[in-house]
C-alpha cells in the first residue's frame, strides 16, 4: 500500500479539496501507474455534483488515465515498469456473463465496476485519476503508442471511445454520411474518428462560431440546429446521427433528417427525459439507439488506430488547483475542446 495525494469531492456540490487516500495491496495481476495526466469529463461533473444519484463521497473523479507503469505483481504478462498505459472508464466486471465473454466488459450483466464513484468486489470505494496514483488488474490497463502525446491521448480513454465504439457498430467508413450533433469534448472526438474512416461529416451545432473548428478537425459541412432551413435541406439525409448533447434537443426534428434505415444514437444524457413521437421512426423505419464506452479491446483498438492516423484530443491543460474553475468554464461551454489535468500539480 502507498499514500496517494488527490483532489476529491466531500460532499454533493461543494468544490474539490485536497485528499489522500491508500492504494490496495499490490495484487499478482495488478499494476501500478504513475498518473501524468487525466481528462476532466463532464460526467465527472454530474457526478461530483451527485445530479445521477447514488454519489459516493469522498469522491476522487477522473477516467481518462495515462501515465507509466511503476511497478507489476507478480503473474503480470502484458506490461512492464516504464510502459505508457491507459486507464478508461472501468477496472473491473464480473468477468463471466455473456457480455464480458464476448469483449464487452462496459455491458457487464451485474455491472462494471467504475474507475470512481464504485466499488471494488471487496467493498472498498474505488478512486479515481485526480491522484497521483492508481493501482489496476493488468486486464483493465490500455497500452498508449510511442508516438501519441500523452496529455493529449488522454481524453480518447472517454472521449475517444465513446464517439469510437458506435461508429464502428453502425459500421461507418467511405460513402457513409454522418451528423455530429454538438461540438464539445464528445462531439469533436467523433469528428475526428469519423472523417478518419473515410465518411462524409456534418456537424450540426447552435454555434455558428464553431464552424471554422468544425472544418478544422475534418467536416466536410457545417449547419446550424437552430435554423429551420437545416432540417428541410438535410432531410432523410444521413445514415448515422451521433447525438453527443447533454441539452434538450427536439429528437423528432433530428430523426427527420436520418435516412430510411438510419440510425440516430444517443451518448449525452439530458437532465430530463425527451419524448419521441413513433411517427419519425415508423414513417422511414429509423432506429434511436444508445452507446456506451467501448469494451477493453475495442478501447485498445480505437487507441491503435488513433496512433495509425495520428488522432489526438484538442485540449487546455490546467493544475489540478484550477479543477473547480475548470468545471464553471466547462458549464458555460468555455473549453476547447478537453480540460487535461497535469498532476505534476499535486506534488
Not at 182 to 206: D, P, Q
Not at 207 to 227: H, I, P, T, W
Not at 319 to 335: H, P, S, W
Request: proline letters at 4%.
Amino acid at each position: 500500500m502507498s499514500s496517494v495525494h488527490a483532489f476529491a469531492a466531500y460532499k454533493a456540490k461543494e468544490e474539490l479539496r485536497p485528499f489522500s487516500f491508500e492504494t490496495r495491496q499490490v495484487g499478482r495481476h495488478d499494476v501500478v501507474i504513475d498518473i501524468k495526466f487525466c481528462g476532466v469529463c463532464h460526467s465527472d461533473l454530474h457526478q461530483v455534483r451527485d445530479e445521477w444519484g447514488g454519489s459516493i463521497f469522498p469522491m476522487v473523479p477522473g477516467h481518462e488515465i495515462v501515465g507509466y507503469v511503476a511497478q507489476v505483481g507478480s503473474s503480470v504478462t502484458k506490461f512492464k515498469v516504464g510502459d505508457s498505459v491507459g486507464v478508461g472508464c472501468m477496472v473491473d466486471s464480473c468477468q463471466e456473463c455473456a457480455s464480458c465473454g464476448e469483449g464487452l466488459e462496459q455491458y457487464c450483466e451485474k455491472g462494471f465496476v467504475g474507475t470512481y464513484n464504485s466499488r471494488e468486489k471487496d467493498g472498498r470505494p474505488t478512486y479515481g485519476g485526480y491522484a497521483t496514483k492508481i493501482v489496476v488488474n493488468e486486464k483493465f490497463v490500455l497500452r498508449i503508442a510511442p508516438n501519441l502525446p500523452l496529455d493529449k491521448a488522454a481524453p480518447l480513454l472517454c472521449a475517444g471511445i465513446t464517439t469510437y465504439s458506435p461508429l464502428r457498430h453502425w459500421k461507418v467508413g467511405p460513402g457513409s454520411k454522418v451528423a455530429v450533433v454538438g461540438l464539445g469534448g464528445l462531439g469533436h472526438m467523433a469528428v475526428k474518428l469519423a472523417a478518419a474512416m473515410g465518411a462524409e461529416v456534418t456537424v450540426l451545432s447552435h454555434s455558428e462560431k464553431k464552424k471554422e473548428d468544425a472544418l478544422r478537425l475534418g467536416a466536410k459541412r457545417f449547419a446550424n440546429g437552430a435554423d429551420p432551413e437545416t432540417f428541410k435541406t438535410h432531410n432523410r439525409y444521413f445514415d448515422l446521427m451521433i447525438n453527443t448533447v447533454s441539452a434538450a434537443l427536439d429528437l423528432n426534428s433530428y430523426l427527420q433528417m436520418v435516412k430510411r434505415d438510419g440510425t440516430m444514437v444517443l451518448l449525452g444524457v439530458p437532465e430530463k427525459p425527451e419524448p419521441v413521437h413513433p411517427f419519425p421512426l415508423i414513417m422511414g423505419r429509423r432506429s434511436l439507439a444508445g452507446s456506451l464506452i467501448g469494451g477493453i479491446a475495442e478501447t485498445q483498438e480505437m487507441l491503435d488506430f488513433c496512433a495509425k492516423h495520428g488522432i489526438v484530443s484538442d485540449i487546455e491543460k490546467i493544475k489540478i488547483q484550477d479543477i473547480n474553475t475548470a468545471y464553471e468554464r466547462m458549464l458555460k461551454g468555455d473549453v476547447r475542446y478537453r480540460f487535461v489535468i497535469d498532476t505534476a500539480s499535486l506534488g
